[in-house]
């Protein structure tokens, strides 16, 4: 028996539709700053017994023309919790190399090929089980491929970024940031749970 897609989604939206959305706002979730490698190993720990995460990195933004800046944060969530891992201060871990590179663990996010490339500068490993949500969310009718836009035409919410361009290597990261980074981990994993059973 041939399985048919049932739901059938609006393939795009446009940049008015998305701003008059209501802001996404996790306010019973969980965010756990890792700076340090004792915090990296009970969290991975953790980590390792998960079946999927939500991934994301981010990056110091850079200005000048021809130079890039090392990966400042790895997101990873599972359920309401989201580990922020502040890789500029504790570089990679081997206890986080550990988890990227575990085929057994499903990681969703969006647009690794940057991502891979950016971590690739802190250590060399070989990212596996990870899923791009690009690669797969035209399964399902839709054509935007940010994911602001998946996530606004699938849950009627806006993600906001006014946060993308900000300090990542900064001393202390703020509750702005942190809430931001960690959306955008947990946001990979809700989209990948509306649309895989019509994948």
Same mark, same amino acid.
């Given at each position: 028996? =041939?399985? !048919?897609?049932? *739901?059938?989604?609006?393939?795009?939206?446009? +940049?008015?539709? @998305?701003?008059? $959305?209501?802001?996404?706002?996790?306010?019973?979730?969980?965010?756990?700053?890792?700076?340090?490698?004792?915090?990296?190993?009970?969290?991975?720990?953790?980590?390792?017994?998960?079946?999927?995460?939500?991934?994301? =990195?981010? !990056?110091?933004? *850079?200005?000048?023309?021809?130079?890039?800046? +090392?990966?400042? @944060?790895?997101? $990873?969530?599972?359920?309401?919790?989201?580990?922020?891992?502040?890789?500029?201060?504790?570089?990679?871990?081997?206890?986080?190399?550990?988890?990227?590179?575990?085929?057994?663990?499903?990681?969703?996010?969006l647009s690794l090929r940057d991502?891979?490339?950016?971590?690739?500068?802190?250590?060399?490993?070989?990212?596996?089980?990870?899923?791009?949500?690009?690669?797969?969310?035209?399964?399902?009718?839709?054509?935007?491929?940010?994911?602001?836009?998946?996530?606004?035409?699938?849950?009627?919410?806006?993600?906001?970024?006014?946060?993308?361009?900000?300090?990542?290597?900064?001393?202390?990261?703020?509750?702005?940031?942190?809430?931001?980074?960690?959306?955008?981990?947990?946001?990979?994993?809700?989209?990948?749970?509306?649309?895989?059973?019509?994948?």
């Amino acid at each position: 028996m =041939t399985k !048919t897609m049932t *739901t059938t989604y609006q393939s795009t939206i446009t +940049k008015e539709e @998305l701003n008059a $959305l209501p802001q996404l706002v996790y306010e019973s979730r969980n965010i756990i700053i890792v700076d340090t490698l004792e915090k990296s190993d009970k969290a991975c720990e953790y980590l390792e017994k998960c079946k999927i995460l939500g991934f994301d =990195t981010e !990056t110091k933004p *850079t200005f000048a023309r021809g130079v890039t800046n +090392k990966v400042a @944060l790895i997101q $990873l969530s599972a359920g309401d919790t989201c580990w922020l891992f502040r890789v500029n201060i504790i570089g990679i871990p081997l206890s986080l190399a550990r988890i990227i590179s575990n085929k057994n663990i499903l990681k969703v996010g969006l647009s690794l090929r940057d991502d891979y490339r950016s971590m690739a500068k802190r250590m060399k490993m070989v990212p596996q089980g990870f899923i791009d949500l690009q690669s797969v969310i035209k399964n399902v009718g839709i054509e935007d491929l940010s994911l602001q836009k998946m996530y606004g035409i699938l849950f009627e919410k806006k993600i906001s970024k006014s946060q993308r361009l900000t300090n990542w290597e900064a001393p202390y990261l703020t509750e702005k940031q942190q809430m931001y980074a960690a959306i955008d981990a947990w946001a990979c994993v809700d989209i990948y749970n509306k649309i895989k059973d019509e994948l």
